[in-house]
Every structure is written in C-alpha cells, then in structure tokens.
C-alpha cells in the first residue's frame, strides 16, 4: 500500500520561509518521479515543482528563485523548501507520485498522493 505523508504546513507571515517534507512508503521511491502541487480555495490544483528520479527539478513561474525541492532516495523522502513566501503562496500542498521515473506537470499523470498540508501566509 502506498502512502505518502506530508509533514504540518503551518500558519507564517510573509518573507517567513518553511519546509514541507513528504515520506513515503509502498512505492519504489527511488524509481518514481516526484510531485508537488498545491490548491488555493476555488481554484485548481497546479504544479508548483517536480523532481525525477535522478535530481533534475522543475519548477512553476510563481514559485521559482524562492522554492526548492529536492529529494533522499535513502529515506524515501521528498523536500520543498519554501523561502520569502507571499500571501498568494496560501494553499492547501499535495505531494505526489508516479509509477514511472519521470515527471510531468499535470495532476492527473500522478498516481500516488498525500493527505495535503495546508499553508497559510499572512501579509
């Protein structure tokens, strides 16, 4: 059974940075291609940044110079460092997985997901 667990996200003010990490088990961690997404109320879930099974990253407009995401195949664990967050960074965010090494922007091309953490920024 696969799981993949989000640790708490939290309440920051803006210019605070935080970190998200997600655990996983039941999958090949190390194989699979890795997500994260986030959701804002009444819009749709998007990508904010993606790593394949070798390291190579992507990241979403709003977010890059300020995110980082990375990951330890070791103790199948998947990273999002958040820095200088912004109001509009508030969400609900999801990490992901695919049966498959490489990564994709689209929320339906993932197979796996986390409970979701929600984030809040205060301006």
């Known amino acids: 059974q696969v799981q993949l667990v989000e640790s708490r996200g939290g309440l920051v003010q803006a210019g605070d940075s935080l970190r998200l990490t997600c655990a996983a088990s039941?999958?090949?961690?190390?194989?699979?291609?890795m997500g994260w997404f986030r959701q804002a109320p009444g819009k749709e879930r998007e990508i904010v940044a993606a790593?394949?099974?070798?390291?190579?990253?992507y990241y979403a407009d709003s977010v890059k110079g300020r995110f980082t995401t990375s990951r330890n195949n070791a103790a199948n664990t998947l990273y999002l460092q958040m820095n200088n967050l912004k109001p509009e960074d508030t969400a609900v965010y999801y990490c992901a997985a695919r049966r498959t090494r490489y990564v994709t922007t689209l929320p339906s091309e993932y197979d796996y997901w986390g409970q979701g953490t929600q984030v809040i920024v205060s301006s």
């Open positions: 039941g999958l090949a961690f190390s194989n699979s291609g």
């Open positions: 790593v394949n099974w070798i390291g190579n990253t």
